[in-house]
């Protein structure tokens, strides 16, 4: 899937997993998973496989090894996760939010936008509704499940602005708020 406007060479699917990324990770740390430490060496997981879907994983670094100060520590009890990381990078981390906030805005908007804004659901549809009329069957089913797929990435892009808003009022406060 493509961003019809500015950048038709670059799927929606890329900007979003790098806007989830970074801060966004921190606060989807509550799966399930054996208890265990480990510390995260930079660019690599804790465990011995990297995570098989593009969620968020508890086992993976919070920052590139290039930014990041030291490592962390991860630790894993039952469903609470604790990730420990020196104060640098957590406010790497925190100055990172808003510009990721605004980016995945701006998708969420051009996503859910009217029949008049390009690249949006109901544009899409509206393209579908066209070819369908002009008898293009085999376009409109296609144009008809782009649009079902867009609309499951702006779901997507709301839940990680979610997330970003509750790591934003949870760790990037108490980081501004301890000075």
Do not use: F, Q
């Not at 670059?10 to 990770?25: F, I, N």
């Not at 086992?59 to 420990?84: H, Y």
């Not at 029949?115 to 293009?136: F, Q």
């Amino acid at each position: 899937m493509s961003c019809p406007t500015r950048h038709p060479h670059r799927p929606l699917g890329l900007v979003l997993a790098v806007a989830v990324t970074g801060v966004g990770t921190a606060v989807a740390l509550t799966t399930a998973v054996p208890a265990t430490a480990v510390p995260a060496a930079p660019g690599r997981y804790a465990s011995s496989e990297p995570p098989a879907s593009p969620s968020p994983s508890p086992s993976g670094t919070l920052a590139s090894p290039d930014t990041m100060a030291s490592p962390g520590t991860v630790v894993v009890d039952g469903d609470r996760v604790t990730v420990t990381v020196d104060l640098a990078t957590a406010r790497l981390l925190c100055g990172r939010v808003a510009a990721a906030r605004s980016r995945l805005a701006r998708l969420d908007a051009r996503i859910h936008g009217g029949a008049e804004v390009i690249g949006s659901v109901t544009w899409v549809e509206a393209k579908a509704a066209a070819a369908g009329k002009a008898g293009n069957e085999r376009l409109a089913d296609r144009l008809d499940r782009r649009a079902d797929r867009r609309a499951e990435v702006g779901e997507r892009i709301r839940r990680a602005m979610t997330r970003l808003d509750r790591v934003d009022d949870t760790v990037c406060s108490a980081i501004r708020d301890a000075g």
